[in-house]
């Protein structure tokens, strides 16, 4: 059982930047490919940026150079930069594995808005 911890979200004005950080218990994570995901109410869950155990990622097209996926396999941490957010960035963010295995933790609310 691989359990994950969400925090880092909030209230952001447009333009903003935030960084979301995965806390991920468990063996193996240095070679488990790791994802954010995002979803918003009455949407499917989407992937927004994916990496691999060497480091290899990943994005959405509509993230493309504004985010960016990190890891430390020391800490079992996943992080999300997040800059130039749009309202449209506005959702649940969650961490799993890729493709998403595991039960969803409680993730972190991402809200854009001036």
């Known amino acids: 059982q691989v359990q994950f911890v969400e925090s880092g979200g909030g209230l952001v004005q447009p333009g903003g930047t935030l960084r979301l950080s995965c806390a991920a218990s468990?063996?193996?994570?240095?070679?488990?490919?790791m994802g954010w995901y995002r979803q918003v109410p009455g949407k499917q869950r989407e992937l927004v940026a994916g990496?691999?155990?060497?480091?290899?990622?990943n994005y959405a097209d509509s993230v493309k150079g504004r985010f960016t996926i990190s890891r430390d396999n020391a800490k079992n941490m996943v992080y999300l930069q997040m800059n130039r957010l749009k309202p449209e960035d506005a959702a649940l963010y969650s961490c799993?594995?890729?493709?998403?295995?595991?039960?969803w933790g409680q993730g972190t609310q991402v809200t854009v808005s001036s």
């Open positions: 799993n594995v890729y493709p998403p295995l595991w039960a």
């Open positions: 468990g063996s193996f994570f240095s070679i488990t490919p």
């Open positions: 990496i691999t155990g060497g480091g290899d990622t």
